[in-house]
């Protein structure tokens, strides 16, 4: 057979991205929960990482917050050099001729002076009175009262079906006409029972709707009662709709005595199982500190909570020996190799973090002394630009990240607003036009509300130029009423 040279096409995979980076990749757009949740899982997972012990007052105090922040020392300099890692775009190419006696050794020393701030948490318990109670929910709520109570057996189990098909609002969603049947009695006693029910804490738990939620919560109003009904019947769409003439007209009563029994309706509970409803709160932890230091505004990393983690020395002396057979060589070197990038991708979580924060007080400093009037328009271009590193970075990074501040908890997303423009060719935020514009309702006639396009008419004035449909976006983005909800009564 003849030799010929000839062109082919072929098509191939190719590993792009190393596990390494996309470990690094999903630390970065990690909470603070589910952070420390992984970190236990690896110690749980992989022998080799163990925790460190926190170190000691002597070496925090080591650390400076007032002097500038540098985010490399000898230590990290030298592993840049020997793993060959790469800072852009969060990459981390795989070592090459790794010293792991030298790494294994020198790693996890101590920050020394000049590195990246660390805030230091109280190592004292807090007061019992602090603790928080065990949360209960509305039926536990209900029960212990029906234990309580001095029904009979029959009625208690019917009670407590009862109390089974009370929602979370509070509302009895039941068929009596179904229970009656299904215990063995007449629906005459289980509405008996129901009205007791209804006598339990929260006032108006186990109504049928919101009429009779709100007429259960009048009783102790006897001298309002009758006017207080007739008005919950009859008048309810009309209070909504702050119609006072027309109630007023109705019931032949004066405008302060319809103001009078409307301020009554208005402390009412239109859910009365809402204290106890809803999901368990999430207490938020700041991933990062920042404090102003005389003039300047220092940020400062929360690590406490986060465990500090290690290579053991035993797995370390153990890899170091030659008697060791081959297979559990290969086994301890591929889990100190898991153990080594785990540590890395935290650390440089950690110095991202640290470095979108540092721009973000500096871009956003006039927020930080004057308040959220102040608040620039920035988007995650800005803040990549100044760090050099990919929009995607910093987008992963703000992503569940909280900083406390002077002024407020905020999550670091809140600092990238949309830009309005105005006419003089100066943006404002977004986060400022709703301020104005809760400005103007704050200030506006109670008798006249300010509508829609009269609050943008009034923003234009002052050089704010946003259309109606978008000042009902902010309005409602607030938790503000329309203007017929927040008329009230002259």
Known sequence: MALEIKQ????????????????????????????????QHE????????????????????????EPMTLTHEVHDKEQKTAEVGTKDGELKEPTNFD????????????????IGRHEMSDEPPSYENKSSPIRNLQDHLLWQLHLSDMSHEEALIAEEIISNINDDGYFQGNTAEMAKSNNCSEEQVQFILKMVQEFDPTGVGARDLVECLLLQIRPFEKDHTLLKTLIEHHLTNLEKRNYHLIAKELNISMDRLRELAHIVGTLEPKPGRPFGGETPNYIIPDVFVEKVGT?????????????????????????????PTAAKEYVQDKLRSAMWLIRSIHQRQRTLYKVTQAIVKFQK???????????PMILRDIADEIQMHESTVSRVTTSKYV????????????????????????????????????????????TPLSDQQIAALLKDQDIHISR???????????IDTSSRRRQAV
């Open 8 to 39: 082919t096409l072929r098509l191939a995979q190719q590993l792009v991205i190393t596990p390494q980076l996309q470990q690094a990749i999903k630390l970065l757009q990690l909470s603070r929960l589910d952070l420390q949740n992984l970190v």
């Open 296 to 324: 300047e505004y220092v940020v400062l990393l929360n690590d406490d909570g986060l465990p500090k983690l290690q290579v053991s020395s035993f797995y370390r002396n153990a890899l170091m020996q030659n008697s060791m």
């Open 43 to 66: 110690l749980m997972e992989n022998p080799v990482l163990e925790e460190t012990e926190e170190p000691g007052k002597e070496e925090a105090e080591e650390v400076s917050v007032t």
């Open 366 to 376: 006039d927020f930080f002394e004057k308040g959220i009037s102040h608040l620039k």
């Open 404 to 447: 406390q501040t002077p002024r407020g908890l905020f999550e670091l997303k809140f600092f990238f607003n949309s830009r309005v423009s105005k006419s003089s060719g100066d943006g404002i935020t977004s986060e400022a036009v709703k301020l104005s514009i809760k400005h103007l309702i704050e200030r506006e006639n109670g008798g």
């Open 100 to 115: 792991w006696e030298n790494y294994l050794g020198t790693y996890n020393a101590a920050e020394p002076e000049g590195g």
């Open 469 to 479: 449909r978008t000042v009902a976006k902010y309005r409602e983005a607030m938790g």
